[in-house]
């Protein structure tokens, strides 16, 4: 399955961007879709997950409270509605597909390209 990842962009602190992540076929229920980002010179780190059958979803505590992750079924399409932007959310966000829940990436087999999220004034 391939995952394009988009909805990123050059955005001020405080406003809200919501990112997409479409697949090309249809996504099992008993799949995990999540987000990933990397800042400039760190590691990649774990945001957000959901469970695509039953919705369940999961946040790193660093974003919770101000970052949403959604799914549309009928689109094959994930969203991460990030509100209340700050600079330090600047980073390349990617999705992902895992067979189970975790936050570790090398559980997740399947990446889209990233898109990039820019917070400044």
């Known amino acids: 399955v391939q995952l394009q990842a988009s909805g990123g962009g050059l955005v001020q602190p405080g406003r809200s961007l919501r990112l997409s992540c479409a697949a090309s076929?249809?996504?099992?229920?008993?799949?995990?879709l999540g987000w990933f980002r990397q800042a400039p010179g760190k590691e990649r780190e774990f945001v957000a997950a959901i469970r695509w059958g039953v919705g369940s979803t999961y946040y790193a505590d660093s974003v919770k409270g101000r970052f949403t992750i959604s799914r549309d079924s009928a689109r094959n399409t994930v969203y991460l509605q990030i509100d209340n932007l700050k600079p330090e959310d600047t980073a390349v966000y990617y999705c992902a597909i895992s067979f189970s829940y975790s936050t570790m990436q090398n559980e997740y087999k399947f990446w889209g390209q990233g898109t990039q999220v820019t917070v400044s004034s």
């Open positions: 076929r249809r996504i099992y229920s008993s799949y995990v």
